[in-house]
T-cell receptor, first 116, second 112 residues
Framework: EAGVAQSPRYKIIEKRQSVAFWCNPISGHATLYWYQQILGQGPKLLIQFQNNGVVDDSQLPKDRFSAERLKGVDSTLKIQPAKLEDSAVYLC??????????????FGQGTRLTVV | KQEVTQIPAALSVPEGENLVLNCSFTDSAIYNLQWFRQDPGKGLTSLLLIQSSQREQTSGRLNASLDKSSGRSTLYIAASQPGDSATYLCAVRNNYGQNFVFGPGTRLSVLP
């Protein structure tokens, strides 16, 4: 079974530039998450989708971050314009629909963003 | 608001030792709890998932326990090996929400 795919693996940009990350979840997983992990901390949820609908985006800095999952499968996360404090690893995860018996979450390898 | 803490923040042990990692959460109304491993520069690998109705789960040398009423989970690693060196994260999913709240992790070093 293929895992969660993310690209790119690494990205270096200058502040005020824009950047986009892509995620393809495990086939059949309706729930998709984007997390931000700053060095030395645990991941923090940015946004959660169920199919193509947003379940929780309360911690997403909406003035600069946006995310979409148009067809309910893969997803993109965009930052525009980037700030120095956005330097982090961006993790995508997927799971079966909440409420089903096994809602184990599976994570991709992450995208390491460095803003200079 | 759910908060998750992990103790210790870092741990260094000689190879072969049995060890325990601790995870505490403030809201006992959880749906499940999941332990992850993270190697430097990598994503998260799922180790064990414990549903709220379960007391423990085992996989190989790993055993995770859950005490919902006291807001605690422990991850027991038997006969530690250098390859176990990584950061271990616990994450809880609440009954009323669907996303995971993570602890800060425990950084484990197993010395040969």
């Amino acid at each position: 079974e293929a895992g969660v795919a993310q690209s790119p693996r690494y990205k270096i940009i200058e502040k005020r530039q824009s950047v986009a990350f892509w995620c393809n979840p495990i086939s059949g997983h309706a729930t998709l998450y984007w997390y931000q992990q700053i060095l030395g901390q645990g991941p923090k949820l940015l946004i959660q989708f169920q199919n193509n609908g947003v379940v929780d985006d309360s911690q997403l800095p909406k003035d600069r971050f946006s995310a979409e999952r148009l067809k309910g499968v893969d997803s993109t996360l965009k930052i525009q314009p980037a700030k120095l404090e956005d330097s982090a690893v961006y993790l995508c995860a997927s799971s079966l629909v909440w409420g089903q018996l096994n809602t184990e979450a599976f994570f991709g390898q992450g995208t390491r963003l460095t803003v200079v | 608001k759910q908060e998750v803490t992990q103790i210790p923040a870092a741990l260094s042990v000689p190879e072969g030792e049995n060890l325990v990692l601790n995870c505490s959460f403030t809201d006992s109304a959880i749906y499940n709890l999941q332990w992850f491993r993270q190697d430097p520069g990598k994503g998260l690998t799922s180790l064990l998932l414990i549903q709220s109705s379960q007391r423990e789960q085992t996989s190989g040398r790993l055993n995770a326990s859950l005490d919902k009423s006291s807001g605690r989970s422990t991850l027991y690693i038997a006969a530690s090996q250098p390859g176990d060196s990584a950061t271990y994260l616990c994450a809880v999913r609440n009954n009323y929400g669907q996303n995971f709240v993570f602890g800060p992790g425990t950084r484990l070093s197993v010395l040969p």
